[in-house]
């Protein structure tokens, strides 16, 4: 009998799309698996290029999960899948918007229960905490997490964080100046196509239990240590500042602007000021830490 696989994914610049389109290309091939693909369709969509104001007014609902109306969900709630895969993209160390949507979709809980389900995340390099927020959704529909393939940029951190900038305020993805392109590079889009071979295995033989390790094994879940305590950290602020704008309204009201923009100073000065001397501390104390160092890449690897 043949196979079915769901593949969800919502994408503002493509990157996300071009990720799913290289990884699923070998399964699409093959005559026993039928890919059903659902696009997330926000009401609004969400603004590409951003302005600076409307970018961080994603924050508060990011953060705090906050829904936003999505086009009703055009798969068949009745459909038995196989497999379920989720491509996101994190914003603001949290799922995006249009995934708090779709996990608290009566229907899409529907179509997840007792299924198996792997993410896809194509991001700028922080994902550890929002991956965690993922996992907890698929486990309150009754899914089973089934496996993880990350797809950052793996440009120097201060470097991508320019470059990302100008990409999403400006819409201007290319090289400039000592800031590389933008974004997941071309040639990891490219060879993600490998993962795409490692899911077919799996649905063919029955053996999707092992597919979470095969995927590790294929190096498809890269960890970066330095970046975990930024991460924890991070969050537990982007909390407060989240409930400090939420005071003064909901998405898009522009009496939060200024507290947004107060957020926005923030986090410029702890990603610009703060996080290279945590990772100089990272990197001068993590000799001693070696053990702690590995139990943490092996827990978010899993
Ligand atoms: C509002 C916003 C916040 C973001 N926050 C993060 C983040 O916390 N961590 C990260 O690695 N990337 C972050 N990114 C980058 C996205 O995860 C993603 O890689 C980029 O937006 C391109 O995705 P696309 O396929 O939707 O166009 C953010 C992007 C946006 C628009």
Redesign the pocket.
């Known amino acids: 009998m043949n196979k079915k696989i769901l593949v969800i994914y919502y994408?503002?610049?493509?990157?996300?799309t071009n990720i799913v389109k290289s990884i699923m290309a070998p399964v699409i091939e093959k005559k026993d698996v039928e890919v059903v693909f659902e696009e997330l369709k926000p009401i609004p969509s969400f603004p590409f290029p951003?302005s600076s104001d409307e970018?961080f007014q994603?924050m508060p609902e990011s953060v705090k999960g906050i829904p936003c109306m999505l086009e009703p969900l055009s798969v068949d709630d009745k459909a038995d899948f196989d497999l379920i895969i989720v491509a996101y993209?994190?914003?603001?160390?949290s799922p995006s918007i249009p995934y708090h949507s779709f996990f608290k979709n009566e229907k899409a809980q529907k179509i997840i229960r007792g299924k198996p389900v792997v993410t896809i995340i194509?991001?700028?390099?922080?994902?550890v905490m929002a991956q965690e927020q993922i996992k907890q959704y698929i486990t309150e529909a009754g899914g089973f997490y089934a496996g993880n393939i990350v797809l950052?940029d793996k440009a120097p951190n201060l470097l991508s964080l320019v470059s990302?900038i100008r990409w999403?305020i400006k819409g201007k993805k290319e090289k400039h100046l000592i800031f590389p392109e933008a974004?997941v590079s071309q040639q990891d889009i490219h060879d993600a196509v490998r993962f795409g071979h490692i899911i077919y295995e799996a649905i063919h033989k029955n053996n999707i239990p092992q597919l979470r390790n095969e995927l590790i094994k294929a190096r498809a879940v890269e960890v970066q240590p330095q970046l975990i305590m930024l991460e924890k950290r991070g969050k537990a602020f982007f909390h407060i500042w989240a409930d400090f704008a939420l005071k003064k309204g909901g998405y898009g009201s522009k009496d939060r602007n200024f507290r947004l923009r107060l957020f926005k100073y923030y986090l410029l000065t702890v990603l610009y000021l703060v996080s290279p001397f945590a990772t100089m501390l990272f990197f001068l104390v993590s000799p001693l830490r070696r053990k702690s160092i590995q139990k943490q890449i092996h827990r978010y690897q899993q």
């Open positions: 994408s503002q610049t493509g990157q996300l951003w970018f994603a993209q994190p914003w603001f160390l194509g991001c700028r390099n922080m994902w950052r990302i999403l974004g």
